[in-house]
């Protein structure tokens, strides 16, 4: 395997799953939302990022009674709608803003906060 191969290989592994397409507004289930819109994939099924792509990345912990405290409703929606990226530029997740409908976007952060509650 040439460097530049096995450079590109280390670069996908790492980087964040590409956002699905945009989500059918008629979508409201807040499950299916967190599972077309591919959060499962870093984040998990039960929301504590313990997945290759999670621990890779550092996604949150959602259950986490410390995340839950530091991070308000209005913060989550926020990351959904616009992504993170990490001091250097780089897209750790991508934003949905065009993916997902203003309500879609609400419904999902309520379903992201719940995890803290189970």
């Not at 397409?21 to 591919?38: G, N, S």
């Not at 550092?58 to 405290?69: I, V, Y």
Request: proline content about 7%.
């Amino acid at each position: 395997m040439t460097l530049a191969a096995l450079a590109l290989s280390v670069a996908f592994q790492q980087a964040p799953t590409a956002p699905p397409d945009r989500i059918a507004p008629t979508v409201h289930d807040p499950k299916e939302l967190y599972t077309r819109a591919k959060c499962v994939t870093c984040h998990g099924e039960d929301g504590r990022g313990d997945t290759d792509k999670g621990r890779k990345l550092e996604a949150p912990d959602f259950t986490s009674a410390k995340w839950s405290k530091e991070t308000s409703d209005k913060e989550i929606r926020e990351t959904i709608r616009n992504g993170v990226k990490d001091k250097k530029g780089k897209v750790r997740m991508p934003g949905y803003r065009t993916k997902l409908t203003p309500g879609q976007i609400k419904e999902l952060g309520a379903y992201v906060r719940a995890f803290a509650n189970k």
